[in-house]
């Protein structure tokens, strides 16, 4: 009764919208044809019915958090662990088994690969995206190599941004702190005809690690436009840049902690999407990507050489990919992706990888079916041929099923393969100091041909969702073996050197390793106001090299919690890591931290404006990486304004 | 001779006169209906079409001509389709008229007050929409209502289907200017849906994109007014078709004539209408609808 006493209660509020002068109201608008908004590709495909675990990272969690650089995100997904080895190295590995360079995860910003095809891993920092115009990240825990390719091993990231006009006008922001941070955001979001925009500018600047000289500064452009000249076309075109300036080298060693890199990465990126009905689309997407690193040191000098070559460890690559997908639902219960792709990598350090550049072309076909014969099943049958350049020709199958008995339930089985293939720098590294003629010292050579890592995978899966409760269950169980791991060799002789500074390194394909684990998300929406997501995790690795064994922490956990107080929010974090390895690095201990946001929102007339403050890691100094590292407590305010 | 001849005349005029006995007998059984397109294309001619069909069954004779020829001045009703029609036949004022395909608002604006003029709406009541919602939606309590300029003319309405319905209404006034985003986001926090309503700004092609994109992100489904928008986004989309319009437009014109005069009463909503159900997105946002039959028939059940 209640109900229905207030139902005739309706508020009014006047607010504006992106919206041009109109014709008045007529018959024709029931009538009209109209663009498919919500196309295949536009809807993600529920949890309960994907072939893999997910973990959606939104908007709000995002805000919640407090953090201000990408890779800190994904504190957020169970399983992964996240390391700032310096403000210019973060290092980002699911259920361990990597070393700094975490080359086992895809990491694609609107379908555009950034994974480095130089080091592998990715440079997290040189991403030219600002936090603020991401839309959501969906991680894909588990190989999605399916989907996704080489390297989508361990773990898969897809980001998404916002579309062109989401909230158009004005944002300006800036958020001061200690620890040196200064950053600083301008936008402008806009629509025209068929046109819509949006430009944002940002700075990005940070001490990261306590008594290190690694400060960063970013600065970044990032333009986005969508063209829809009609009701099936959509067209995106994407540009942008990042100018890094940090202290201290981007790769893991350095020769002089005077060192500074001058970081450069710029991609452009255009998508044509046409939608022939709300079950089928095809699109065409062409991107190329330049990373260039300039890192200059104080040259060596040796007693009776002199000066020693090389002075820097300079290098850039690119990468140009052009990939046609097609989606369908040929009936009611069989869905259909279709991919081919074509994509060429260059790569050049002349002081790690010798004077010429490295280049290699990618060919790709994959198709994946989904096959729903009765509302409670679904099977997945998905595989990617893929002919590289370094792994030649592998196919990366994976096959699930989704089992919902009754709702709210949902269970998952499914087994993949999925290739690492070794990186420009593993393959073709040639580092040597000279002086003239001479070799004075070789530190890196790569005399074998290398082949791709291969894990094969199998996982189990529950998810339980409560609707009156609001609670959202995601259990995740897995079993990997992970076959010809690349790393360092034993010394291998040199003939000719004249100084010996330790061993000569070589890359090679030496270990393997099983991993057993288990994780669960779960996310309560407790009413409006609260929500609170939580995950944990617990690995085993056995493998014939200690530091695989130890690269996972057997436990951690994750906590986020937000809110809304009124006129107050407040949002905590916790997130906990057990004692870990960077494969090659010495031991992380285990350590915790506690992040806290407030926030207020204001509004004057049109202008919406958000005052946060954030104190981070509020227990006190931890590390992540070595105990020399340490992340010291920090706090910033931030105010940003919409108008 | 001049006897035969009145003889021949006086029969003459009593066969005149009992043709026109006849005649005006025939006229009253059926009488003539103008039916008055606002173009002789598309979904115009589609419910003229299913009208003259329906109404030919029962051998009455319909006239099919479009404002710029409109010269059946000696019909009984004069059945305008689309708006420009309408115009055209409220401009001869003096006898019936029906007006077909034409939404609530703008009859309303063009015709209110005047005698003899009745309607078959083009939109759905909005209590039925709010209850398919209900229906569709278990747990359904609040709906969000962005309104534009024209259709925020329907604010009392839209309370009383609320009371009527017993869903609750959430409704905020898109205006030229910008800020879509904050107005869904504010209706979203107590909605569990939206329901989007036809307005030349409000619901134009420009902000559609963005309100589907938007409303997904928010994960509240949105029930709409038309085929097309079921396509584009809308997880439901309640409408009547121009055949149904037609048929029933037909049934209501048989009714109304009696006594050789149409007697048409209030403008209505349609009884019959159509169900639009987009199972891509119901799958998406992982919502369990009934059949569309089901739900009409659940509909067609209540009061």
Known sequence: MLNRSLAGMACMHTVLAWAAPADPLSEMDYFSEQPVVLSASRLSQPVNRAPAAVTVITREMIEASGFRQLPDLLRLVPGFQVSWVRGNIPTVTYQGLSSIYSRRIQVLVDGRSVYNPAYGQVQWRGIPLAL???????????????????NAVQASIHIYTRSAADDPGWTAGASVGSAKVRDGLLRYAGASGDWQWRVTLSSRRDDWIKNQRDEARDHLLDARAEWRPNNRDEVTLQAGGVLGEWDNSSVGYTFSNQQTTDFFNGYVQ???????????????????????????????????????????????????????????????????????????????SASLAGPDTHQGSMYRLSGSLEWSPREEWVLHAGAMLEKHYYAGTRLSPRLAVNWLPVPGHSFRLGVSRAYRSPTFLEQESDFRFTSGPFLVDQLLLSPFKLESERMDSAELGYLYHQATLGLDLDVRLFHNRLDDVIDFTTPYPVAGELARNGADLTYANLYQARQWGGEYQLRWQAGKATWVTLSQSWTRIRSDFQDLVDSAPAQTLSLLASHDFGLLSGSVGYYRVGKMRWVGSSETPAHDRLDLRLSRAFKFGKTRADLAVVAQSILGDYSEFDTDRLFEPRAYVSFTMHF | MIGLLRHHLARLSFVFLACGVLCAGLARAAPVVNVLVAEPAGIYQETANSLTQALGREGWKVAVTSPGRNSANGADLTVAIGTKALETALAQPGRPVLSLLVPRLIYERLASGQQQVSALYLDQPLTRQLRLLGLALPGMKKAGVPLGPSSQGLQAALQSAAKASGIQVNSALINQGSDLYATLNDMAEDSQAFLLLPDPVAAQRSVLQNFFLQTYRLKKPVLAYSEPLVQSGALLALYSTPAQLGEEAAAWIRESWSNGAFRLGEPRYPKRFTIGVNRTVARSLDIALPSEAALSRQLEAMP
């Open chain 1, 270 to 348: 255009g998508h044509w999407r046409r939608t022939l009905s709300a079950d089928s689309e095809w699109s065409l997407l062409v991107n190329h990507t330049v990373t260039r690193a300039d890192e200059t040191f104080p040259p060596l000098f040796n007693r009776r050489l002199g000066v020693l070559a090389p002075d820097n460890l300079n290098y850039w690559f690119s990468r140009s990919a052009l990939e046609f997908s097609w989606q369908a639902r040929p009936t009611e219960q069989l869905r259909t992706v279709w991919t081919a792709e074509a994509r060429r990598d260059r790569a050049w």
């Open chain 1, 132 to 150: 603020d115009d991401i839309d959501r990240v969906e991680v894909v825990r588990g190989s999605n190599a399916a989907n996704d390719g080489v």
